[in-house]
């Protein structure tokens, strides 16, 4: 465990250092892997669907705020709803509008997680969506959540009946748009899984707010147990066509990730745990402590095996002055070097 | 010589100045009540556009449904319920963004006030070296 937590205080450092190159590297494959799920499910436009409009784009995207790549999505889908069918690219528009309307008006900066719940959606690992943002977030980005996965299955849907929604004459409009709102807002496995990933955050976020000790694997549990059970009955009861082995496989990958996740962010040594009570005029106390988990990563230690015969007496009285500026520095900076013994 | 008070003045003005300033300025620039219910204002017509839209979109899922059979007394009870349901929306969006947009003004307020504190700062200490 603390070979890990050394690695962890060594990862911490990295990421102080590089944190620009790193956070925009995350963006880049994120971009990446968006833009790609999507050119290469619905890419019905062509010059839109290529290599180099995918990597194009996510490179811009990299250097521009999150809220930009998620507008770009929603915009690479509607140009390619609209070269299979106007309609179509109507309602989705109508949908996205919606989306902004009723939620991203108020956090412009939290759209991102929309892309992050349909591209675990889209990598057929839904369940690590309730446990990531249960233990990251609050109850209320269970509305994004919804927004990412209605997204998914309305390109989902799309993409297994674009032959059959391809029409152009004016009654075949008409049919289209009320045929496709019918269908891509009745999906019932897609309202099943919304209703299983959003009792997942609420569980996995009550549970990691208890005072009990090892709260955070708890919840990761629980909260993919419960999503498994909900998505499982509720496929059962509707007759869906959801994979059991792919549920399975990916509330396994939502506890190891929820594991990940407090390794990280919540280290904790359950062993020292102080629980105390006091009191004031008014209240009683009863307190609980958990002492954090902390380790210092070891730093390398310079060894001189060979005989110091430089005039370090001479140049002392007279670069005293620069020395103790460059101690007091490195000090600042955090860059001190080990004195030789 | 470089003055460290001087450097860690102008790296937190300079980072609020990237992250919130361009925002708070605005926002402050407003009082409290009028920030409060001008966004209200514009929240709730943006929130009617879109219970029109939602209310489209649900009647072009369930159209034929509802149209079936339709008689006056069918259609008074739809009217009611989209109107109930819109008052309803309203009502929550209403209260919500009043709270949302008061506690944002409080907070750019807050900001603003720090910034301006440290900016009056650096200007002293400028004056100083004069």
């Known amino acids: ?341 | 010589m470089l003055d460290k008070r001087k450097i860690r003045l102008m790296t937190k003005a300079a980072i609020y100045e990237k992250e919130y300033g361009e925002e708070d300025l605005k926002t402050a620039s407003y009082y409290k009540k009028d920030y409060t219910s001008l966004n209200t204002w514009v929240t709730l017509i943006w929130i009617t556009v879109g219970y029109v839209l939602l209310v489209g979109i649900v009647f072009l899922c369930y159209g034929e449904t509802l149209m079936d059979g339709l008689t006056i007394m069918k259609l008074l009870f739809m009217g009611a319920v989209v109107l109930a349901l819109y008052l309803a929306v309203m009502i929550i969006y209403g209260i919500g963004a009043g709270n949302f947009y008061s506690k944002k003004h409080i907070r750019a307020k807050q900001r603003v006030k720090k910034y301006l504190r440290d900016i009056s700062r650096l200007e002293k200490m400028n004056k100083k070296r004069r």
């Not at chain 1, 391809?166 to 748009?177: R, V």
């Not at chain 1, 000790?213 to 999503?227: D, E, Q, R, T």
């Not at chain 1, 629980?275 to 070891?298: C, L, M, R, T, W």
Request: charged share 15%; hydrophobic share 55%.
């Open chain 1, 1 to 341: 465990m603390s070979t890990l937590l050394v690695w962890k205080k060594k990862l911490q450092k990295f990421y102080a250092s590089y944190s620009v190159y790193i956070l925009k590297g995350i963006q880049f494959v994120l971009g990446i892997l968006i833009f790609g799920l999507i050119n290469y499910n619905i890419g019905f436009m062509k010059m839109a669907s290529s290599v180099v409009c995918t990597i194009g784009l996510a490179v811009i995207c990299t250097f521009l705020p999150m809220l930009v790549m998620t507008m770009a999505a929603a915009v690479l889908i509607l140009v390619h709803f609209y070269a299979l069918s106007l309609p179509i690219a109507i309602v989705s528009a109508v949908i996205f509008l919606l989306m902004y309307i009723f939620y991203f008006r108020f956090t412009p900066k939290k759209s991102w997680l929309v892309l992050v719940a349909a591209l675990a959606f889209g990598l057929k690992i839904p369940f690590v969506i309730p446990v990531a943002f249960g233990l990251m977030g609050t109850p209320v980005w269970i509305v994004p959540a919804a927004c990412g996965i209605i997204s998914y299955y309305m390109v989902d849907f799309v993409k297994g009946s674009a032959t059959a929604l391809k029409s152009a004459d004016a009654d075949g409009i008409a049919a289209n748009l009320m045929s496709f709102t019918k269908q891509a807002l009745g999906n019932r496995e897609m309202w099943l899984m919304i209703m299983a990933v959003a009792i997942g955050i609420l569980v996995v976020n009550v549970v990691r707010s208890r005072a009990v000790s090892n709260a955070w694997k708890i919840a990761a549990v629980s909260g993919s147990v419960v999503c498994l059970v909900v998505a499982a009955a509720g496929n059962m009861i509707l007759e869906g066509r959801l994979s059991y082995v792919s549920m399975v496989v990916s509330a396994v990958l939502g506890i190891v990730l929820g594991l990940v996740l407090e390794f990280l962010f919540f280290s904790v040594d359950y062993s020292g745990t102080e629980n105390i009570q006091f009191e004031d005029d008014e209240y009683y106390y009863y307190v609980k402590a958990v002492p954090k988990v902390g380790v210092s990563a070891p730093e390398k230690r310079v060894k001189h095996i060979t005989k110091d015969t430089g005039n370090r007496t001479g140049n002392k009285s007279g670069n005293t002055e620069d020395i103790l500026l460059t101690r007091s520095l490195s000090k600042e900076l955090g860059i001190e070097k080990e004195r030789p013994e």
